[in-house]
C-alpha cells in the first residue's frame, strides 16, 4: 500500500478540510499510533497505522468501493450466465479480488450500483432490516397518474400476493410518462412489479441515488468511480436535503430517454 500524507489520508474519510486538520494537530487532537502527532504533511500507510481524530478512530483502506452508472446490458453478478457482468466496466486500476456487486439492477435497469469486496457492509446494505431508501426515474408505457401516490403510500399488493412496504412515488414536470419512485427495500423486479399492480408498465429505469448517495452527474454510463470512506458513510445518512424533493430530474429524464 502506498504511503500517504496523514492531512489527506483525513481528509478523504472525515468531514475535516486540511486547514481544520493542521489546527486540530496543533491542539494536539491528533495521534498516529497511539502518540500525539502535530505534524500534518507526515506519511502514513493506511493500512498499517491507526489514526484518530479528538479521539475517534479513523479507519484505513481495507476495502475499495466502487460507484458504477451502469449501462444496460450487463448483469449484476459476478457470473457472465446471462451477459457480461458488470465488473468487465470496472478499470483495472479500481479493481480488486473478492469485489461484487452489492445488489441487483436488472439487465436492462441503468444506473447507481455499488460494487465492493466488503461483504460486512454489503451485507448491511442488502439487509431487508437497514431500509435505505433507493430512488428511481421511470418511463412508463402510459402516462403517470396522481393516484399512484396513495396506492403505493398504502404498501402495494403485487400480482403474486406480495405486499410492499410503503413508497413514495411522485411525476416529473414537464412530463406525463416520467415518474420518480423510492423504496426501501429491494424485491426481486420490484419497481416493474409495483406499477404492473398499479396498472401500468415500466419501459425504461434508472436508479440515480442508494441512501445519501446521488449518481454524481459527471459520471456518464458504464463509467465508474472510487468512493472515499465518507461517501460510503453517506450511504447510511440521511441527506440534509431530501433527494427525492430534489429538482435533479432533468438531467436524469434526458438520460432516461435519450438510453
Ligand atoms: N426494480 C426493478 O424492477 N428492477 C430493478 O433493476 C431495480 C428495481
Given at each position: 500500500?502506498?504511503?500517504?500524507r496523514?492531512?489527506?489520508?483525513?481528509?478523504?474519510?472525515?468531514?475535516?478540510?486540511?486547514s481544520?486538520?493542521k489546527?486540530l494537530a496543533?491542539?494536539?487532537?491528533i495521534?498516529?499510533?497511539?502518540r500525539?502527532?502535530?505534524?500534518?504533511?507526515?506519511?502514513?500507510?493506511?493500512?498499517?497505522d491507526?489514526?484518530?481524530?479528538?479521539g475517534?478512530?479513523?479507519?484505513?483502506?481495507?476495502?475499495?468501493?466502487i460507484l458504477l452508472?451502469?449501462?444496460?446490458?450487463y448483469?449484476?453478478?459476478?457470473e457472465?450466465?446471462?451477459?457480461p457482468?458488470?465488473?468487465?466496466?470496472i478499470?483495472?486500476?479500481?479493481?480488486s479480488?473478492?469485489?461484487?456487486?452489492?445488489?441487483?439492477?436488472?439487465?436492462?435497469?441503468?444506473?447507481a450500483?455499488?460494487?465492493?469486496?466488503?461483504?460486512?457492509?454489503?451485507h448491511?446494505?442488502?439487509?431487508p432490516?437497514?431500509?435505505i431508501p433507493k430512488?428511481?426515474i421511470?418511463?412508463?408505457?402510459?402516462?403517470?397518474?396522481?393516484?399512484?401516490?396513495?396506492?403505493f403510500?398504502?404498501?402495494i399488493?403485487l400480482?403474486?400476493?406480495?405486499?410492499c412496504?410503503?413508497?413514495?412515488?411522485?411525476g416529473?414536470?414537464?412530463s406525463?410518462?416520467?415518474a420518480?419512485?423510492e423504496?426501501?427495500?429491494?424485491?426481486y423486479?420490484?419497481?416493474?412489479?409495483?406499477?404492473?399492480?398499479?396498472?401500468?408498465?415500466?419501459?425504461k429505469l434508472m436508479?440515480?441515488?442508494?441512501?445519501?448517495l446521488i449518481?454524481?452527474?459527471?459520471?456518464?454510463?458504464?463509467?465508474?468511480?472510487?468512493?472515499?470512506?465518507?461517501?460510503?458513510?453517506?450511504?447510511?445518512?440521511?441527506?440534509?436535503?431530501?433527494?427525492?424533493l430534489?429538482d435533479?430530474s432533468?438531467?436524469?429524464?434526458a438520460?432516461?430517454?435519450?438510453?
Amino acid at each position: 500500500m502506498p504511503l500517504i500524507r496523514l492531512d489527506k489520508f483525513i481528509s478523504e474519510r472525515t468531514e475535516y478540510t486540511r486547514s481544520q486538520i493542521k489546527q486540530l494537530a496543533a491542539k494536539g487532537q491528533i495521534s498516529l499510533n497511539g502518540r500525539t502527532e502535530k505534524k500534518t504533511d507526515v506519511k502514513i500507510d493506511p493500512e498499517k497505522d491507526s489514526v484518530s481524530v479528538s479521539g475517534r478512530e479513523v479507519s484505513g483502506d481495507r476495502f475499495k468501493y466502487i460507484l458504477l452508472n451502469k449501462p444496460q446490458g450487463y448483469v449484476s453478478s459476478t457470473e457472465e450466465n446471462d451477459g457480461p457482468s458488470v465488473l468487465q466496466l470496472i478499470p483495472a486500476e479500481l479493481r480488486s479480488k473478492g469485489m461484487f456487486p452489492a445488489g441487483r439492477l436488472d439487465k436492462d435497469t441503468t444506473g447507481a450500483l455499488l460494487i465492493t469486496d466488503d461483504g460486512e457492509l454489503a451485507h448491511k446494505m442488502l439487509s431487508p432490516k437497514s431500509h435505505i431508501p433507493k430512488i428511481y426515474i421511470v418511463k412508463l408505457d402510459r402516462p403517470y397518474e396522481n393516484k399512484y401516490v396513495d396506492i403505493f403510500k398504502k404498501g402495494i399488493k403485487l400480482a403474486d400476493g406480495d405486499t410492499c412496504l410503503p413508497a413514495r412515488v411522485r411525476g416529473v414536470e414537464n412530463s406525463d410518462k416520467l415518474a420518480l419512485i423510492e423504496l426501501h427495500e429491494g424485491k426481486y423486479h420490484q419497481v416493474k412489479r409495483m406499477f404492473a399492480a398499479a396498472g401500468n408498465h415500466v419501459q425504461k429505469l434508472m436508479r440515480i441515488s442508494l441512501g445519501g448517495l446521488i449518481l454524481p452527474e459527471k459520471l456518464g454510463l458504464g463509467e465508474s468511480m472510487e468512493l472515499l470512506h465518507k461517501d460510503v458513510e453517506n450511504l447510511f445518512k440521511q441527506p440534509p436535503e431530501d433527494p427525492f424533493l430534489a429538482d435533479f430530474s432533468d438531467f436524469f429524464s434526458a438520460i432516461l430517454i435519450n438510453n
